[in-house]
């Protein structure tokens, strides 16, 4: 799965600035009742190891379920992908 970093969380501690981030997980939801689909979304926590140095809000990244980290980390980054940049363009939901 693709997901989107956004806003990282503000730093509680000064030696742990870049290695934790939140990621928006964007998804479709069928509703038997009304025949269609929702948008939904969650937000993971998810560590971001020192060898992603480029990272940027934005970004395109692929996650992968590893062992409690912490109460809320349960995921590290796996792949990067930059942006497309400010320009518009179609992208899969």
Do not use: M
Not at 5 to 20: C, K, M, Q
């Amino acid at each position: 799965p693709l997901y989107t970093i956004f806003n990282p969380p503000l730093p509680h501690d000064g030696a742990r600035v870049g290695s934790l981030w939140q990621v928006l997980f964007k998804y479709l939801a069928f509703l038997f009742k009304y025949n269609r689909f929702e948008k939904r979304h969650k937000n993971l926590s998810a560590h971001l190891s020192p060898c992603f140095r480029d990272v940027s809000i934005g970004d395109i990244v692929t996650v992968g379920e590893c062992r409690p980290l912490s109460k809320t980390v349960r995921f590290n980054v796996l792949k990067v992908t930059t942006a497309a940049g400010h320009k518009k363009q179609f992208r899969k939901f």
